[in-house]
Nanobody
Framework: QVQLVESGGGLVQAGGSLRLSCAASGRGFRIYDMAWFRQAPGKEREFAAVFRWSGDNTYYEDSVKGRFTISRDYAKNTVYLQMDSLKPEDTAVYYC??????????????????WGQGTQVTVSS
């Protein structure tokens, strides 16, 4: 099995930046797509960004596009989310997700096989 551990969350003022990290560990595992989802209180978990195995393409939810950047270090089994120009509406628990298969709808939470425990991001106004 694969274990994902997120880090880097915290409290930041609007307009500030945070960098989240997600490290994968386990034995005999192989992961393809890795993504970030977020969930605000009382809301459904929503897609934020994905780093796809095929072609190393990245895709973003419209509200974060241009502000967030997802990157991946295969050697370190780590995916990052650089968040700039943060807004109060970005406040949520951010979850790292990984898929043991490739393809499928990257924005669909059910596609992913492994999930981290989440890291809290709070943006104050």
């Amino acid at each position: 099995q694969v274990q994902l551990v997120e880090s880097g969350g915290g409290l930041v003022q609007a307009g500030g930046s945070l960098r989240l990290s997600c490290a994968a560990s386990g034995r005999g595992f192989r992961i393809y797509d890795m993504a970030w989802f977020r969930q605000a209180p009382g809301k459904e978990r929503e897609f934020a960004a994905v780093f796809r195995w095929s072609g190393d393409n990245t895709y973003y939810e419209d509200s974060v596009k241009g502000r967030f950047t997802i990157s991946r270090d295969y050697a370190k089994n780590t995916v990052y989310l650089q968040m700039d120009s943060l807004k109060p509406e970005d406040t949520a628990v951010y979850y790292c997700a990984a898929d043991k298969d490739y393809g499928g709808n990257y924005y669909y939470a059910g596609k992913y096989d492994y999930w981290g425990q989440g890291t809290q991001v709070t943006v104050s106004s």
